[in-house]
């Protein structure tokens, strides 16, 4: 029997080669998953980068994608996460007219949901918000009679509450790829 949906986190540690999303999106897409979020970015580590993709699927689907991208070369160690094991947050950029500004209530908006104002334009002015997704949707949707100009949010960026660091799975590997090398 199925599963419910779960929200989950998947880390994956690779080399930095060309092609490499595509080559991971590759995997969700057969398998008709659709990635609610994406980031990339470098890690501790040099030359080793981190794919942060957010999805909501069954565990038994889940364990099959993980499965495949662990067989990818170059990707060199991947994790899947639920929402209580991990430590995220999302970051959003809202615009707005700047004739908007001489309004106590929207910096009152700003004050109240933990935001600032990054920058005073003669014509407009952007504003920023880190939070859960829910927090950056609760400040748009109070924006909105300001009349948001444009709105951008990222994607997920997290890091997990239990777990080694990178740096001692890397040792790991090497030291069993050289112990296997040398049977």
Same mark, same amino acid.
């Given at each position: 029997?199925?599963? @419910?949906? @779960? $929200?989950?986190?998947? +880390? ?9 999303? #595509?080559? &991971?999106? /590759? ?6 998953? #659709?990635? !609610?979020?994406?980031?990339? +970015?470098?890690?501790?580590? @040099? #030359? ?9 699927? +069954?565990?038994?689907k889940? %364990?099959?994608? &993980?499965?495949? &991208? %662990?067989?990818? /070369? !170059? ?7 639920? !929402?209580n ?13 700047? $004739? ?15 935001? @600032?104002?990054l920058?005073? %334009? ?13 927090? $950056?949707? /609760?400040? *748009?949707?109070k ?7 444009? *709105? ?19 040792? %790991?590997l090497?030291? #069993?790829?050289? $112990?296997?090398?040398?049977?």
């Open positions: 029997m199925e599963t @419910k949906n @779960k $929200t989950f986190t998947v +880390s994956i540690f690779t080399e930095n080669t060309i092609g490499m999303l #595509n080559r &991971i999106t /590759i995997i969700f897409t057969r398998r008709h998953l #659709n990635i !609610d979020s994406i980031t990339a +970015s470098e890690t501790e580590v @040099k #030359n080793v980068h981190r794919y942060t993709i957010v999805l909501k699927t +069954s565990e038994s889940i %364990d099959k994608v &993980i499965g495949q &991208i %662990d067989k990818l /070369i !170059d990707v060199l160690r991947v994790f899947v996460h639920e !929402d094991e991990v430590i995220h947050q999302e970051m959003a950029l809202y615009k707005i007219k700047t $004739t908007e500004l001489k309004s106590n209530n929207i910096e009152q908006v700003v004050r109240e949901n933990n935001a @600032k104002v920058t005073v %334009d003669s014509d407009y002015i952007v504003i920023e918000k880190t939070g859960h997704k829910i927090e $950056t949707q /609760i400040l *748009f949707e924006l909105k009679p300001f009349g948001v100009l444009e *709105f951008a949010c990222s994607g997920r960026v997290a890091v997990t509450k239990p777990m080694k660091e990178l740096s001692t799975y890397l040792k %790991d090497e030291c #069993n790829l050289k $112990t296997n090398n040398t049977i």
